[in-house]
């Protein structure tokens, strides 16, 4: 491997996170158990800017008063040195922490279980360690940009806003990662290709006369209606779509009438399609549109539908894909990294994706000793072995290195 870590920046490394492992892990715990949702990150936003400014960097808020850009340069880069990212998503989701843990969300409805803040951990770790390391006599030229993103579990997500703001301008490649429980500790799931799907969000309302619940044959009966809608359309959507180009709707949200003896005059419907490729994503909503009216024409109910375009399919870039590669080889070993199937989940780093070649991969936070069942994201116990931050520092801080290193 040419761009592996020198001794002496390994040695670092080492010393150093011996050292501040405490201090992360006491940083990601305090996020965890003072959650905030999309858009409202305040706190969590001061707390990230008071950390880097005691290490004499220069952070940015975003204009929209949350997030994070802050920039580590090496003394010697010039205008012409080449700008990696690192990213990472501080928003929580909209839920319950369930846990038992001593650091457990202390706000009723909002929870870090999809793993956010572990990924704000590792890229403000990563960026402290690299103020040191791009100020050796052996550091690259360049500027390792950290990312902290706002607002990733709305649609179309606070990567827009940055995109916006010109923070990719001049960036020649970005990096990400995300806490994956069903990948043991110390492994790291890397794809050459697609990782992650297409995500849009589906608002429907469904429309009736209304009436009593003695006499449901006289008034569309809002509630079979409704039901036989979340129950059929995603059926047909992933029969219709079957193949390469498959869409898969789900509904997360059903809400119908107030009263036992009345039948309702709407009901609402929210739910998420998902594609795998640009094909599917792009034909979503056509399909919906049909297999709402197929299914609606027979009842006599009317409807009407908000489709919101969420985010493109994550597809990896095979350049960036194989320094980051050879950065887990070097700090982790060869064997560490383990192959991973294109989740149908979503996520907004693929609007960056959209500007400049990138890489995401998933981080294994799972201890197989602990004899603890594999949760998946968004489980309302969801964890994490707290030895993923250090080892997701090592991992950024020897990508942006190695990126730089190859960019002279």
């Not at 993923?388 to 190695?402: D, E, Y």
Request: hydrophobic share 40%.
């Amino acid at each position: 491997m040419t761009n592996e870590l020198t001794p002496a920046q390994r040695q670092f490394v080492d010393t150093y996170l011996d050292a501040a492992g405490e201090e992360l892990i006491a940083f990601r715990r305090r996020m965890h158990s003072q959650p905030e949702l999309s858009g409202e990150e305040y706190a969590t936003t001061e707390a990230i800017v008071s950390r880097l400014l005691v290490a004499d960097l220069n952070p940015i808020v975003l204009p929209s008063g949350t997030g994070v850009i802050c920039d580590v340069t090496s003394p010697n880069a010039t205008a012409d040195s080449p700008v990696v990212a690192i990213r990472c998503d501080i928003d929580a989701l909209a839920m319950n922490d369930e846990s038992y843990a001593p650091y457990a969300s202390t706000r009723d409805g909002v929870a870090h279980c999809c793993g956010h803040d572990v990924h704000t951990t590792i890229v403000l770790g990563a960026g402290l360690l690299l103020t040191r390391l791009l100020h050796a006599e052996d550091a690259p030229q360049g500027t390792v940009r950290l990312i902290f993103e706002p607002s990733e579990e709305t649609i179309p997500g606070g990567s827009v806003e940055i995109v916006a703001e010109g923070y990719l301008d001049g960036v020649s490649a970005i990096y990400g990662l995300h806490c994956d429980p069903k990948v043991d500790i110390g492994h790291v799931g890397v794809t050459d290709g697609a990782v992650a799907s297409a995500a849009d969000v589906v608002e429907l309302d469904v429309l009736g006369p209304g009436g009593h619940t003695a006499r449901p044959e006289n008034t569309v009966d809002m509630i079979r209606v409704a039901a036989m809608l979340a129950s059929e359309l995603p059926r047909r959507m992933t029969e219709v779509t079957a193949g390469p180009n498959e869409v898969r709707l789900t509904f997360g949200s059903l809400q119908a009438g107030d009263a036992p003896n009345v039948i309702p005059t709407t009901a609402h419907l929210e739910g998420t399609m998902r594609a795998q490729n640009r094909e599917g994503w792009q034909s979503a909503g056509g399909h919906l549109e049909n297999l709402i009216e197929q299914e609606l024409g027979p009842t006599g109910a009317h409807w009407r539908v908000d489709y919101s375009k969420g985010v493109p399919p994550i597809v990896n870039d095979p350049a960036t894909t194989a320094v980051l590669r050879e950065a887990v080889a070097d700090v982790l070993s060869p064997e560490a990294i383990v192959p991973t199937e294109q989740s149908w989940g979503g996520d907004t780093f693929a609007w960056y994706l959209e500007e400049i070649p990138g890489t995401y991969v998933r981080l294994g936070t799972h201890d197989p000793e602990s004899g603890e069942e594999r949760l998946d994201l968004h489980a309302g116990t969801f964890d994490v072995d707290e030895r993923s931050i250090t080892i997701g520092v090592r991992l950024m801080v020897a990508t942006a290195l190695a990126w730089l290193k190859q960019s002279q």
